[in-house]
T-cell receptor
Framework: EPEVTQTPSHQVTQMGQEVILRCVPI?????FYWYRQILGQKVEFLVS????????KSEIFDDQFSVERPDGSNFTLKIRSTKLEDSAMYFC??????????FGPGTRLTVL | AQSVTQLDSQVPVFEEAPVELRCNYS??????LFWYVQYPNQGLQLLLK??????LVKGINGFEAEFNKSQTSFHLRKPSVHISDTAEYFC????????????FGSGTRLQVQP
């Protein structure tokens, strides 16, 4: 069964450093997303991406964040200058034409 | 704007007992509804979804949910739970207007005891 994959599973970084989280969505899907879950809190939407551009973003997704689909398979989330409060589990998701998002296993980001 | 309320943060239940996890939503537009399960140290897995049609939706692992438009609810049920159902359950909505982002509830921890 096709699945969304994410790398790395755990990323530790120093405050102020740039990080790139990587995702491989399901191959025939059209919509791509990033969500995050701060420990003990609810899952929050960050950004959606369709037709090679951002289709929607939340208030959380400020200028420190960017997304890219550098090739036909990868979808990345970049945080330019990490802050302590960026520590969270980051989930990538993808969906086809019908609304039904499939989530990856997540990347745990720890900012020290 | 939408919001999702999961009234119970934790639900303890004995094995083989029935369970209902409650979900209410608020939205100014029509919505799609979803339940996701998160096992410890894992990602989110889609349990079931309501897009249209029958208001009673059956999902994986014996779960079902019923969409009640008048009560703006989408409660999740299982007639007989197993130890392996112990997990966090999230209700989520997205609107039908084209905005695809999911709005999640705060989650309900189902703890199945032997």
């Amino acid at each position: 069964e096709p699945e969304v994959t994410q790398t790395p599973s755990h990323q530790v970084t120093q405050m102020g450093q740039e990080v790139i989280l990587r995702c491989v969505p399901i191959s025939n899907h059209l919509y791509f997303y990033w969500y995050r879950q701060i420990l003990g809190q609810k899952v929050e939407f960050l950004v959606s991406f369709y037709n090679n551009e951002i289709s929607e973003k939340s208030e959380i997704f400020d200028d420190q964040f960017s997304v890219e689909r550098p090739d036909g398979s990868n979808f990345t989330l970049k945080i330019r200058s990490t802050k302590l409060e960026d520590s969270a589990m980051y989930f990538c998701a993808s969906s086809g034409a019908k609304p039904s998002e499939f989530f990856g296993p997540g990347t745990r980001l720890t900012v020290l | 704007a939408q919001s999702v309320t999961q009234l119970d943060s934790q639900v303890p239940v004995f094995e083989e007992a029935p369970v209902e996890l409650r979900c209410n939503y608020s939205s100014s537009v029509s919505v799609y509804l979803f339940w996701y399960v998160q096992y410890p140290n894992q990602g989110l897995q889609l349990l079931l979804k309501y897009l249209s049609g029958s208001t009673l939706v059956k999902g994986i692992n014996g779960f079902e949910a019923e969409f009640n438009k008048s009560q703006t609810s989408f409660h999740l049920r299982k007639p007989s739970v197993h130890i392996s159902d112990t997990a966090e359950y999230f209700c989520a909505v997205s609107d039908r207007s084209g905005r695809r982002a999911l709005t999640f509830g705060s989650g309900t921890r189902l703890q199945v005891q032997p």
